[in-house]
């Protein structure tokens, strides 16, 4: 079983910014596609964002597109999501996955990943 823990998140208000970090105990983790989902109080998993193998392909989810960015570090075997210009709809549980089957394809349903953190809350005020 591969262990991805996910750090970061916490409690900020309504304009505020946010990074979540995740590192992954895989070896190697380069070679991976590394996604963000979350889920929103009493609603399902959503993917937010993805990021191929080099980093050269990402993917987001329309309700975060120009606000956040993923980004990895491969030598630290760390994936993060920069997040801006928070909403109290961003409000959710953030989680760390991994794709084992794909390098380069970023794929937006939680079926397709494998390995999971444990989450990391983020909290949004008005």
């Known amino acids: 079983q591969v262990e991805l823990v996910e750090s970061g998140g916490g409690s900020v208000q309504a304009g505020d910014s946010l990074t979540v970090s995740c590192v992954a105990s895989r070896r190697p983790f380069g070679t991976v596609v590394m996604a963000w989902f979350r889920q929103p109080p009493g609603q399902q998993r959503e993917f937010v964002a993805g990021?191929?193998?080099?980093?050269?392909?990402?993917e987001y989810a329309d309700s975060v597109k120009g606000r956040f960015t993923i980004s990895r570090d491969n030598a630290k075997n760390t994936v993060y999501l920069q997040m801006n210009n928070l909403k109290p709809e961003d409000t959710a549980v953030y989680y760390c996955a991994l794709d084992r089957d794909n390098n380069v394809v970023v794929k937006t349903s939680f079926e397709e990943y494998d390995y999971w953190g444990q989450g990391t809350q983020v909290t949004v005020s008005l």
């Open positions: 990021i191929n193998w080099n980093g050269g392909r990402t």
